[in-house]
């Protein structure tokens, strides 16, 4: 495997940056990108109202909603989840990492992954059934089972070839569908966009009967899991792409890699909301001609280099707080961050009983500014609760129990403790052996 050449030798000062970096970056990233998930599930959890074929905004709605709906088309939606596929990517080679350097075998320590995985699969089945029909624990565990079967031990050539090769399908299904789109408006032909409006996304937030929910979830479930997570194509490469990162330890050093880290940021987050703002356009009635489908692939392919952008600008913020004492909103990132399952669980707790008919029923008396107001305060109850449990030195509740069940008893590294020192970085743990 190769290494980008490092900029030389590194003083003490800045290995003390560096393992603070290393401490804070991929976690301050994990927290604030569970602000974006509140934002983005939040539309799911409202009825009552007109939506689209392929949106859960409201077709109508307030000068408030129309300025949140703007933020939340070019900014946040589909651009959080491809985030989270980074991240978890990105500790998918961590976790392997750590277990090489703690002496395991190649073997043991895929091992541990898929036990991993296959609890995480098993963890989203029940959070779909309970209260969440979008869970993404489920379709992360998926694609991680197949990323780690088949590429986790390439080397970084093979990764990067079948990034591209990916990259490429997934441009090419959205411009093709977006060309279509164009043709069908251009020419004319008979396509009824208000009767294909008509049979918008099921709204089961809006259903009364608990048990009939519970149904309900788990088949929209069993679709989306291996549709988002493994044919959408975007989740296999953001995960492919993240362990490239994660061998270069990009987000942990952050310094050595800073003019990677800007280009990145700049180019990725200018493509991901050029994408939102077509699709925005089209939701506020510019493009009428072209049926409501047309740049929804476009709108979520573009989200894959949104979610690396975002990645990188944490990256870099998290390099600039390692210069200085990490302030109180930083260690609640973080809090947050080390605790992202956790912290994501007691989102639905927090969105679902309340807001579904079956609940409270708020969610139909909401509007979407309003809602987002309402996920903003949930994800600052899931922050106390992290800070909460950073001061007792305790792990989140979920993680703690995905680590009882996935760590055998005999693994070579088994979990860190809370005030235990990070992995070794990149550029000083073991090299795994890779193949072609």
């Keep these: 495997m190769t290494t980008p050449a490092a900029a030389g ?46 949106s859960m905004h409201h077709v109508d709605g307030s000068l408030g909603d ?47 992954l898929r036990r991993r995985h296959w609890w995480m699969l098993a963890f989203g089945a029940v959070h779909a059934a309970l209260l969440w029909m979008g869970d993404i624990v489920g379709a992360y565990g998926l694609v991680g089972l197949l990323i780690g079967w088949i590429f986790l031990e390439r080397r970084d050539r093979t990764i990067a070839i079948w990034a591209w090769v990916l990259g490429g399908l997934l441009a090419l ?52 899991t291996p549709g988002q997570g493994v044919f959408g194509l975007v989740v296999p490469l953001a995960i492919l792409l993240a362990i490239l990162a994660a061998r270069h330890g990009i987000l942990e050093e952050p310094e050595r ?10 180019w990725g987050i200018a493509i991901g909301w050029a994408g939102g703002a077509l699709a925005l356009a089209q939701f506020l009635g510019a493009f009428d001609a072209m049926p409501s489908w047309a740049l929804s692939l476009l709108h979520a392919a573009t989200g894959l280099p949104a979610g690396a952008g975002y990645a990188a600008l944490f990256g870099l913020v998290a390099a600039r707080l390692a210069r200085r004492p990490l302030g109180i909103a930083g260690r609640a990132l973080t809090a947050v961050g080390k605790r992202s399952m956790t912290s994501y669980l007691l989102q639905s707790v927090l969105f679902v009983p309340v807001l579904s008919a079956w609940g409270l ?54 979990p860190t403790g809370m005030r235990e020192p990070a992995a070794p970085s990149a550029s000083t743990a073991p090299t795994a052996s890779l193949r072609g």
Aim: hydrophobic share 55%; aromatic share 8%; no cysteine.
């Design 9 to 54: 030798p590194p003083t003490i000062a800045t290995s003390q940056a560096a393992s603070r970096v290393r401490a804070i970056a991929p976690d301050l990233a994990r927290g604030l990108m569970l602000l974006l998930i509140a934002l983005a599930n939040m539309p799911w959890h409202l009825f009552g109202r007109e939506t689209g074929l392929t």
């Design 66 to 112: 129309r300025i949140w709906q703007a933020i939340a088309i070019v900014a946040v939606d589909g651009r959080s989840y491809p985030l989270f596929a980074f991240l978890f990517g990105y500790g998918m080679w961590q976790l392997y990492r750590r277990q090489l350097a703690a002496g395991a075998t190649s073997l043991e320590a895929r091992r541990l």
């Design 173 to 224: 299904g959205a411009l093709s569908t977006a060309a279509m789109g164009a043709l069908l408006g251009a020419l004319d032909l008979p396509f009824d966009v208000e009767g294909a409006d008509a049979g918008a996304i099921p709204s089961v937030a809006g259903m009364e009967s608990y048990p009939m929910s519970i149904l309900a979830r788990l088949g929209m479930w069993l679709l989306i």
């Design 257 to 266: 890699h800073r003019a990677l880290l800007v280009r990145v940021a700049a």
């Design 361 to 414: 029923g708020l969610g139909g008396v909401l509007t979407e500014w309003q809602g987002a107001l309402y996920a903003v305060g949930v994800w600052l109850v899931t922050v106390v609760v992290a800070v909460a449990l950073d001061a007792a030195g305790r792990r989140g509740p979920a993680e703690t129990l995905l680590r009882r069940l996935a760590y055998p008893r005999d693994a070579k590294a088994q």
